[in-house]
């Protein structure tokens, strides 16, 4: 009968420590930084984005890697890839690097919804795919707007 319950609970505790790290992974807010870095290679302009992830939680949480699409205007502009590990801190901001990849073909695909963008002074961004976090994966899809008038 012990050894039954003492089962239980390890199983319970274990259970229970899972679902505090997912529900931390998910509670996870993302903002990006300006691009830096920036190189064109092997028909790519790559660069490096720092993204910010806000855990309002009060455990740590630790992302094996993330990937995303770039998304503008409704199209695909490139791959955003993290791949090495990084622990976000409770209740604080933590900066993963983020390498970003545009293909000439994407961003040519997308320069006349990136220009009227422009035109108009504001740069909508989308980050849509999966944080790998835990041995788990939460998905993300995240807006973000930039005003060309303060990057440049």
Do not use: C, H
């Not at 990006?32 to 660069?47: A, C, E, M």
């Not at 309002?56 to 890839?81: E, M, N, P, Q, Y």
């Not at 990849?101 to 919804?113: E, R």
């Amino acid at each position: 009968m012990k050894k039954g319950f003492i089962v239980l609970v390890v199983v319970l505790l274990l259970v229970l420590y899972i679902m505090n790290k997912v529900n931390t992974a998910k509670q996870l807010e993302f903002t990006v930084g300006v691009p830096k870095n920036i190189s064109l290679q092997g028909g790519n302009i790559s660069f490096d984005l720092p993204i910010t992830a806000r855990n309002v939680s009060s455990g740590s949480v630790r992302i094996k890697s993330l990937d995303f699409d770039v998304i503008t205007a409704g199209k695909f502009l490139g791959k955003a890839l993290m791949t090495t590990p990084t622990t976000v801190v409770p209740n604080g901001n933590t900066v993963l690097p983020v390498s970003v990849a545009v293909s000439y073909f994407d961003l040519l695909s997308a320069a006349g919804s990136i220009w009227n963008l422009l035109k108009n002074g504001k740069v909508s961004l989308k980050l849509d795919g999966l944080v790998y976090a835990e041995g788990f994966q939460v998905p993300v899809s995240q807006s973000f707007d930039f005003d060309t008038k303060a990057i440049a």
